[in-house]
């Protein structure tokens, strides 16, 4: 390579670790950030009302700092630490169930049923709340599980996903299918 080469490849390598380094402040940054807002809902009075104000930062860095503190307070057995940061993640997951649409609730109760038989059960006793969403999500996760190499578990949802679609479609038949989520 020329000497112009090597300057050009010497700038270049150059503005790359700049730009790396950058990258890893504003990730540092980030962090502490996410941190900072964990500690604050952690020592809030009020969890509840910290957490609805918080929620527009909370981010999935923050869920994993969340998820590392909750792992380190086990290893150091500090249960009061634990409680208080599990209080945080059971809090947040019931914010975010109750902010979804119906259909998703279902379709959550669905893929947590302990066998098919159940989750049939659910999907026929809730038909009413079976939407687009729903059959969606049902074949989002026959999809996941079929590419992480699960293919009974995949086979089993897409057989509840095709009975969620046939509700669906007698639901519309009727003209009794919820409105549609926007």
């Not at 009075?45 to 930062?57: F, G, I, Q, T």
Request: charged share 30%; net charge negative.
């Amino acid at each position: 390579a020329s000497a112009d080469e090597k300057a050009n490849l010497g700038r270049l390598r150059q503005q790359l670790l700049d730009f790396t380094q950058q990258l890893d402040k504003v990730q540092e940054a980030r962090a502490a950030q996410a941190a900072s807002l964990l500690r604050s809902v952690i020592q809030a009075p009020d969890m509840d009302r910290a957490l609805a104000s918080a929620l527009p930062l909370i981010d999935d860095l923050f869920l994993g700092i969340l998820e590392a503190n909750r792992r380190a307070a086990r290893q150091r057995n500090d249960q009061t630490t634990l409680q208080r940061l599990d209080e945080v993640d059971r809090r947040l997951r019931e914010m975010v169930e109750q902010a979804m649409p119906e259909g998703l609730k279902l379709a959550q109760k669905v893929l947590d049923a302990p066998d098919e038989a159940q989750a049939q059960a659910l999907l026929e006793a809730g038909a009413s709340a079976v939407d687009d969403q729903l059959v969606s999500a049902l074949l989002g996760a026959a999809q996941r599980l079929e590419e992480a190499g699960e293919a009974e578990d995949s086979q089993r949802i897409r057989r509840l996903y095709r009975l969620a679609l046939r509700l669906s479609m007698e639901a519309k038949a009727k003209g009794t299918s919820p409105a549609p989520a926007g």
